[in-house]
């Protein structure tokens, strides 16, 4: 009214509930009666079916949806509410308040869930003003959505509440949002650490295989001396000693024996050096 520039300029401006101010509307005793509720409710269709009131519009309606962003423009088509008798004669547009669903921050996620469930059940369904699951929708006019809501509206409720009760399955959508990264970590890690096992396996009869290949070095270069016989023949049994107290699995079992194997060439090659 302030925003129209009509403050002021009524009689009297009374409060009244909606039965209230449509039986006052009817009997005469005031002149105009703004009421906010659904299009079905008794009283609005009473008041249309009434032959001596009028539905009164909103010419202004596209600037007060501009300023207010709570508010939405709606058409009451012509002959809607009798096409027998043209009520209304034309189309009358008219404003309409945004309705939302608010709760606290804190409120359990389950519960959000069910309202939300609730809300898409009850008001999901097609009006004069509106198409079929077009409410509830996802629209923050002053308030956030919650983490909740928008997981409801994109991916709808999630798929253990039709297994589980719901606060259950609360429960295991939170775990499994935790389990995720925690299983994206441990998977690699799975891989890895049999690799890692078998590494280390291979690389201790790996290293006696190194310090095998050093001593058949050391024998090449060693040809026509028998100064550095007794120092490798030391440190060949060394390594056939070490050899033979190292413990692996069975898997690796093929090759210790393929070590022992090669070290008794090597000892074999170094006596008939010596003979020699």
Request: aromatic content about 8%; glycine content about 6%.
């Amino acid at each position: 009214m302030k925003r129209s520039g009509m403050e002021g300029r009524f009689a009297q401006v009374l409060s009244l509930p909606p039965r209230a101010a449509g039986d006052q509307l009817r009997e005469g005793n005031i002149d105009v009666a703004f009421i906010m509720t659904s299009w079905e409710s008794p009283v609005v269709q009473q008041l249309l079916a009434d032959g001596r009131i009028g539905l009164s519009g909103f010419p202004h309606a596209d600037a007060f949806v501009a300023l207010y962003p709570f508010l939405a423009k709606v058409i009451v088509p012509r002959g809607v509410t009798d096409i027998a008798n043209d009520r209304p004669p034309a189309d009358v547009v008219l404003i309409a308040t945004k309705a939302s669903l608010v709760v606290r921050k804190d409120l359990h996620p389950a519960i959000q869930y069910l309202l939300l469930n609730v809300a898409m059940e009850i008001h999901s369904g097609p009006s004069i003003f509106h198409h079929a699951n077009q409410f509830p929708a996802p629209e923050a006019i002053d308030i956030p959505l919650s983490n909740e809501a928008q997981r409801f509206y994109k991916s709808g409720l999630p798929f253990l509440n039709d297994y589980f009760p719901f606060w259950l399955a609360a429960l295991l959508g939170k775990l499994i949002i935790l389990l995720v990264p925690i299983l994206g970590v441990l998977y690699p890690m799975m891989r890895l650490l049999p690799r890692t096992y078998d590494w280390l396996m291979r690389s201790k009869v790996l290293r006696m295989y190194g310090e095998l290949r050093l001593l058949e070095d050391e024998l090449a270069g060693a040809r026509g001396s028998a100064g550095a016989t007794p120092d490798v023949i030391a440190r060949l049994d060394r390594l056939e000693r070490e050899a033979n107290h190292l413990r692996l699995p069975v898997a690796y079992a093929t090759m210790l024996y393929t070590l022992r194997d090669h070290i008794d060439l090597v000892r074999e090659s170094l006596k008939k050096r010596t003979d020699s």
